[in-house]
């Protein structure tokens, strides 16, 4: 029903930034909770931050706070993460998600779609 793609990723040195976008097919995309979410080599996937539906609260993990911003622009259908300050341990392939819960879930077991993913590297 709701197809994600993300762009953006690339390679970075430590201390730099870059600016992520999900853009959403359909036109229910202001009705989704909207999230990122991270896997790096060899780890699990991990909760990087989640968005209401008009963009007005936010949850972030821990280790972004401060760095990163999620935002989005419902009259375009996408979703960004603004990321600052990158250190090597951000290096993972990044993906956005759709919730369909009213609340801002931070597992990705409430999500129900996914992105394929956006490459960000981070070299020290």
């Known amino acids: 029903q709701v197809r994600l793609v993300e762009s953006g990723g690339g390679l970075v040195q430590a201390g730099g930034s870059l600016r992520l976008s999900c853009a959403a097919s359909g036109r229910t995309f202001s009705t989704y909770v909207m999230g990122w979410f991270r896997q790096a080599p060899g780890k699990e996937r991990e909760f990087v931050t989640v968005?209401?539906?008009?963009?007005?609260?936010?949850i972030y993990a821990d280790s972004v706070k401060g760095r990163f911003t999620a935002s989005r622009d419902n009259a375009k259908n996408t979703m960004y993460l603004q990321m600052n300050n990158l250190k090597p341990e951000d290096t993972a392939v990044y993906y956005c998600?759709?919730?369909?819960?009213?609340?801002?879930?931070?597992?990705?077991?409430?999500?129900?779609?996914w992105g394929q993913g956006t490459q960000v590297t981070v070299s020290a």
């Open positions: 998600a759709a919730s369909s819960r009213v609340s801002l879930p931070r597992n990705q077991d409430a999500y129900n779609y």
């Open positions: 968005i209401n539906r008009s963009g007005g609260s936010i």
